[in-house]
């Protein structure tokens, strides 16, 4: 059976670097451990992969959090995953997430 890739959502991500801050779930968040992100809908635990629309790198990333909280933006990043993706300098970029 022929599986359809799963739908991607396009916009703007930002990145977020408070160490040791306590996520929506309780947990605390580690911001240089793994790659994590925060999603306003997509499961707690999702893995997601995420490029970066200007320079083609792509990352995996396990959703840990609920935000980003402005409009404009579609997931917020760790700062290993902002890292991994080459947007810290910029602090945001234009990315499409698809959930894995």
């Not at 992969?49 to 909280?69: F, S, V």
């Not at 409009?71 to 910029?90: E, F, P, Y």
Request: glycine share 8%; proline share 4%.
């Amino acid at each position: 059976m022929f599986a359809f890739p799963a739908a991607a959502e396009i916009g703007y991500a930002s990145w977020y670097g408070k160490e040791n801050r306590v996520g929506s779930t309780g947990k605390v968040l580690q911001h240089t451990k793994y790659p994590a992100a925060a999603h306003k809908t997509l499961p707690i635990g999702t893995k997601v992969l995420i490029t970066h629309l200007k320079t083609n790198k792509t990352i995996t990333a396990i959703i840990e959090d609920r935000g980003p909280y402005r409009k404009c933006r579609i997931i917020d990043l760790n700062t290993i995953a902002a890292s991994q993706l080459g947007i810290i300098k910029d602090g945001v970029a234009f990315v499409k997430v698809q959930k894995l």
